[in-house]
């Protein structure tokens, strides 16, 4: 299993708006050559973080800003904009296993708490994380970068 690249492309574009909107007019086109992704890959995720309230955008002039304070918006809060999760669950279970077999009849009372306390650790993880933590540390290892050339 491996989480799309949706999430990390959203944690990207809040931090790039964070770092450049005093600077620069963050727009879908900008974000994209941060990024080195397709614009329209990032205007759908702009639409995500809109849509969670994450993010306000402006029309007619363009740009955009964070919605709410940095120190609110959790990694998990992006994490749920971004990848909408099927029936609130992280992982999908096979769907038809054997009623036959042992294993099949009993796989779901041997595995299903198992998995829900992996999300649940996830989760609890991600909640602790905010976006003001990676912004700062990522200004940091700009700042410190600057420093050395």
């Known amino acids: 299993m491996q989480i799309s690249s949706r999430f990390t492309i959203a944690i990207h574009i809040l931090t790039a708006i964070d770092t450049f909107q005093n600077n620069y007019k963050v727009t879908s086109e900008f974000l994209a050559t941060s990024i080195n992704v397709n614009a329209v890959i990032i205007r759908r995720t702009m639409q995500s973080l809109k849509g969670a309230g994450l993010i306000e955008v402006k029309r007619g002039t363009g740009g955009m800003a964070i919605a ?67 912004v700062r540390d990522t200004q940091a290892s700009i700042a410190k970068e600057s420093q050395s050339l």
């Open 68 to 134: 709410k304070p940095m120190n609110q918006i959790t990694l998990l809060d992006i994490f749920n904009a971004v990848e909408p999760l099927e029936n609130g669950r992280l992982f999908h279970f096979h769907e038809n296993p054997n009623t036959a077999c042992p294993v099949g009849r009993n796989i779901h009372a041997g595995l299903d708490d198992k998995l829900f306390s992996i999300q649940a650790a996830m989760e609890d993880k991600m909640k602790s994380i905010t976006l003001e933590d990676v």
